[in-house]
């Protein structure tokens, strides 16, 4: 359930005309975990290819393309009547 939060904060995040990037602190507060759970779960999720991320934790700059595909590998097409 971890990992889903923190994946949810950084989708939430990634908004048209973002000023700046999120804080690893920032994220994790949204996420309601600890600055070492949200820590622990992005490299969970990194480890499963789900998300990418670079900069410092003070401006972090996510790629979750990973996820994308899994969710398109797995969505199931609706059948054309």
């Known amino acids: ?18 000023s700046r990037l999120p804080s690893l602190t920032h994220l ?16 969970s999720l990194g480890k499963k290819n789900l998300l990418k991320w670079k900069g410092s934790e003070n401006a ?7 996820l994308k595909r899994c969710i398109i590998d797995l969505s199931v097409p609706l059948e054309e009547e």
């Open 60 to 66: 972090m700059d996510f790629d979750y393309t990973g």
């Open 28 to 43: 994790a507060r949204i996420a309601g975990l600890s600055e070492n759970k949200f820590r622990s779960c992005i490299q």
């Open 1 to 18: 359930m971890s990992e889903l939060c923190a994946m949810l904060a950084i989708v939430d995040y990634a908004r048209p005309q973002v």
